[in-house]
């Protein structure tokens, strides 16, 4: 089955310790987005990438990493520089950038010890 | 910037209620438009979309149209069941070209027997 997988599906940080939060999809699909969500608001752009290798900022992007050596991977990293790590953060993917739908991931719901 | 508001929730409604959720935006140009689901504990999942002005989009008994006279994609149902019951989520896609999509802060549907 075609879609895209996050995991793990909850994750627990150490005050000063970076995460890795996985998102890997097979729909072929070029281009790929982070969201943040926390509880009463909408969803918020961390970082995304067009292409393999290629990534931007998005909106939120202080105290995040995220590389793109794989179409199929998109991985996101939360370093100790941010302060305020507990959320929800989704994945998506879309074929490519313009006019095209976003399909999200099932989410990792990330807590701080 | 563009942006995109929604109607407060929570929306409580009974079984077979009609139901409307408010949307409108402020953004350059007509971009597309979309509803966006999320059931308890997971991702999103996309309800419907329309892409330019008069479109309707429409899934699942739900249906939104595309009103640029009034920048408004308002959500309708005309029979809801308990099913139904989630947190439903208003975007447009970003004009800058980065396949950014961005979110109202979401609306609380419980639908009760």
């Known amino acids: 089955d075609g879609g895209i997988t996050q995991s793990p599906k909850y994750l627990f940080r150490k005050e000063g310790q970076n995460v890795t939060l996985s998102c890997e999809q097979n729909l072929n699909h070029d281009a790929m987005y982070w969201y943040r969500q926390d509880p009463g608001q909408g969803l918020r752009l961390i970082y995304y990438s067009q292409i393999v290798n290629d990534f931007q900022k998005g909106d939120i992007a202080e105290g995040y990493s995220v590389s793109r050596e794989k179409k199929e991977s998109f991985p996101l990293t939360v370093t100790s520089a941010q302060k305020n790590p507990t959320a929800f953060y989704l994945c998506a993917s879309s074929p490519g950038p313009n006019q095209e739908t976003q399909y999200f991931g099932p989410g990792t719901r990330l807590l701080v010890l | 910037g563009d942006s995109v508001t929604q109607m407060e929730g929570p929306v409580t409604l009974s079984e077979e209620a009609f139901l409307t959720i408010n949307c409108t935006y402020t953004a350059t140009g007509y971009p597309s438009l979309f509803w966006y689901v999320q059931y308890p504990g997971e991702g999103l999942q996309l309800l419907l979309k329309?892409?330019?002005?008069?479109d309707k989009g429409s899934n699942k008994g739900f249906e939104a149209t595309y009103r640029k006279e009034t920048t408004s994609f308002h959500l309708e149902k005309g029979s809801v069941q308990v099913s139904d019951s989630a947190v439903y989520f208003c975007?447009?896609?970003?004009?800058?070209?980065?396949?950014?999509?961005?979110f109202g802060q979401g609306t609380t549907l419980q639908v009760k027997p």
């Open positions: 329309a892409t330019k002005a008069d």
């Open positions: 975007a447009l896609l970003s004009s800058s070209n980065t396949g950014k999509l961005i």
